[in-house]
């Protein structure tokens, strides 16, 4: 069974640009989380798609967004680039069900804004 | 969501027994132990996770304490590949699936030859 996919591994973009990162969850999981990771930070909880619908959103501006598809891929676009949003952006799926399921990451996507 | 406490850093010597401690003092009835680790640059590994019985898996065991305030992560012959970081979140029951898991900055642990 294939892990959860992330691409592009890397990632370097310009201050004030637009990016879009894609996640493909393990098949048959519907739920997808995106994380953002910085070093002085941990890991920051960005939103959660289940059934194409954002159903949970972690404090980060409206630059941030994302989308599922009915195939329960999701990308997350950052627009406007800073410095800030430089990072590891990670995507964790899991199957629907009761709770005490696992969530599974994905390798990351790192970004460097420069 | 309950936070958690962990040690900044431990080290372990290499087929020894790893004890990584957890406290989660402010935990509900309804929320579920769960540990990750993640080794350098890549994406963080479940581990294992429990509500209050003692659990074991391949990869290691997890003990709570009776009034479920702490809980300690074993991996009994740390191997150097064991060298992560080390999470542990506390989750609610009926929040659904893996969404927003709030996460501490763990434990550096090192498994030193």
């Known amino acids: 069974k294939a892990g959860v996919t992330q691409t592009p591994r890397y990632l370097i973009k310009t201050r004030g640009q637009q990016v879009t990162l894609s996640c493909s969850p393990i098949?048959?999981?519907?739920?997808v989380s995106w994380y953002q990771q910085t070093p002085g930070q941990g890991l920051q909880f960005l939103f959660e798609?289940?059934?194409?619908?954002?159903?949970n959103k972690g404090n980060f501006p409206g630059r941030f967004s994302g989308r599922q598809f009915s195939n329960s891929r999701s990308e997350m676009n950052v627009s406007t680039l800073e410095l800030g949003d430089s990072a590891l952006y990670l995507c964790?799926?899991?199957?629907?069900?009761?709770?005490?399921?696992?969530?599974?990451f994905g390798q990351g996507t790192r970004l460097t804004v420069v | 969501d309950a936070k958690t406490t962990q040690p900044t850093s431990m080290d372990c010597a290499e087929g020894r027994a790893a004890n990584l401690p957890c406290n989660h003092s402010?935990?509900?009835?309804?929320?579920?132990v769960y540990w990750y680790r993640q080794i350098h640059s890549q994406g963080p590994q479940y581990i294992i996770h429990?509500?209050?019985?003692?659990e074991t898996n391949e990869m290691a065991s997890l003990i709570i304490t009776e009034d479920r305030k702490s809980s300690t992560l074993i991996l009994p012959h740390a191997t150097l590949r064991d060298t992560a970081v080390y999470y542990c979140?506390?989750?609610?029951?009926?929040?659904?699936?893996?969404?927003?898991?709030?996460w501490g900055l763990g434990t550096s642990l090192a498994v030193n030859p």
């Open positions: 964790a799926s899991s199957s629907p069900g009761q709770g005490g399921t696992e969530a599974f």
């Open positions: 098949s048959g999981h519907r739920s």
């Open positions: 798609y289940f059934s194409e619908t954002q159903r």
């Open positions: 402010t935990i509900s009835g309804n929320e579920y």
């Open positions: 429990g509500l209050k019985n003692n």
């Open positions: 979140i506390v989750r609610p029951l009926n929040a659904g699936n893996n969404r927003k898991l709030i």
